[in-house]
């Protein structure tokens, strides 16, 4: 009977340390993968000027990509690189650049590879589609920006309530109520 306790306690134990394991990794993993997810997004306007600026000086897309390659380093740059082999093993580019976006799980790049594969099978010239999508990035950047501004006063209104003001209070009010005090237990 003792011994079927403690076999019992010792399983209970085991899983309770796996799931503190699962819930962990969990957090973990999650959390690099937002960190990844911010580190491409940051890299995305830099990276797509350096693409514009070479398909307008006439190299080929996959050109630019191998010359955002050799310049930049970070998360967008190896993701570029993984579609550029891709390509260079017969893929075709508009899998390869679904590949990428769905590898990446980044909005703004799902967008822009979606004009890209747009304008590849209308025939439209990818210079000015790529400086649009580089006009629109900046824009929801800026705004992006405007709304963290925003949320700003919001987030200082609880610290300046609770640890600011009192000490402001108790350095305004402090030498009066020790007059008051003084006045009327002398008086």
């Known amino acids: 009977y003792y011994l079927q306790s403690d076999i019992w306690k010792s399983i209970m134990f085991a899983v309770i340390i796996l799931l503190l394991v699962d819930v962990c990794m969990n957090f973990y993993l999650s959390r690099r993968f937002e960190i990844r997810k911010k580190m491409i997004l940051k890299d995305l306007p830099y990276t797509l000027d350096l693409i514009t600026v070479s398909v307008e000086a006439g190299a080929s897309f996959d050109g630019a990509m191998a010359r955002v390659i050799s310049n930049i380093n970070g998360e967008l740059c190896d993701e570029f ?14 899998v390869a650049l679904k ?3 769905e590898r990446c799980d980044v909005k703004e790049l799902t967008t822009l590879i979606n004009s890209l594969i747009q304008a590849d099978e209308l025939g439209v ?21 405007r709304e963290k501004a925003m949320k700003a006063p919001v987030k200082m209104l609880f610290p300046l309530i609770f640890f ?11 030498p009066a109520i020790i007059k ?4 009327l237990i002398k008086g």
Not at 125 to 145: F, H, K, P, T
Not at 180 to 183: T, W
């Open 99 to 101: 590949n990428m976006s």
């Open 164 to 174: 600011i003001f009192p000490a402001i209070f108790i350095i305004i009010l402090g």
């Open 125 to 145: 010239g990818l210079g000015r589609v790529l400086r649009i999508e580089a006009s629109n990035l900046r824009d929801q950047r800026r705004q992006m920006a």
């Open 180 to 183: 008051i005090y003084n006045v």
């Open 81 to 94: 690189a993984k579609c550029l082999k891709e390509i260079k093993m017969g893929i075709q580019r508009k």
